[in-house]
T-cell receptor, first 110, second 109 residues
């Protein structure tokens, strides 16, 4: 029980395709975060939401990336025109006293 | 820019030994410090948080923080093979976490 669920858990796509990931909090969490983790690295911050407002975006979040949290509940992360360098684990986190991670979505771009 | 440095390892210890994991950070403003454990193919799991100088103990885990030296460590007593994982150090300022690359720990039976 991680407090958030993520869907899909695994995604394989071809370069140039668009992909969308979803993060669903199990209970109400004001803050939701997105991180990306590549092999051999720690998670890197992408963006976070306070309710429906996107308060901060990392420079890692290029124009091909967009995130939304339309009603302050679930959040989506879309990657357009995927590149092989986008292959990574995409992690959603929620915050109570500190940040707790969901199970992640592993993206493989062929 | 915040930086968090960890020895990538692997750190190998025999079962029952004490494992010592270290982390240094560059940002003096950071107020909160965390250790996450990550098994291969899984997401990070929070195991310890520490906010003030000194030691904090939780079961077999002890986190140590020295803000003057910008150093945080994690001790695992009575190491078990199930402790074999990558341990990620993270620091927090206002809202987001900055992680190190992690140290792989291998505990041999």
């Amino acid at each position: 029980d991680t407090g958030v669920s993520q869907d899909p858990r695994h995604k394989i796509t071809k370069r140039g395709q668009n992909v969308t990931f979803r993060c669903d909090p199990i209970s109400e969490h004001n803050r939701l975060y997105w991180y990306r983790q590549t092999l051999g690295q720690g998670p890197e911050f992408l963006t976070y939401f306070q309710n429906e407002a996107q308060l901060e975006k990392s420079r890692l979040l290029s124009d091909r990336f967009s995130a939304e949290r339309p009603k302050g509940s679930f959040s989506t992360l879309e990657i357009q025109r995927t590149e092989q360098g986008d292959s990574a684990m995409y992690l959603c986190a929620y915050r109570v006293d500190t940040q707790y991670f969901g199970p992640g979505t592993r993206l493989t771009v062929l | 820019q915040k930086e968090v440095e960890q020895n990538s390892g692997p750190l190998s210890v025999p079962e029952g030994a004490i494992a010592s994991l270290n982390c240094t950070y560059s940002d003096r403003v950071s107020q909160s410090f965390f250790w996450y454990r990550q098994y291969s193919g899984k997401s990070p799991e929070l195991i310890m948080s520490i906010y003030s100088n000194g030691d904090k103990e939780d079961g077999r885990f002890t986190a140590q923080l020295n803000k003057a030296s910008q150093y945080v460590s994690l001790l695992i007593r009575d190491s078990q093979p199930s402790d074999s994982a990558t341990y990620l150090c993270a620091i927090s300022g206002y809202s987001t976490l900055t992680f190190g690359k992690g140290t792989m720990l291998l505990v041999s039976p």
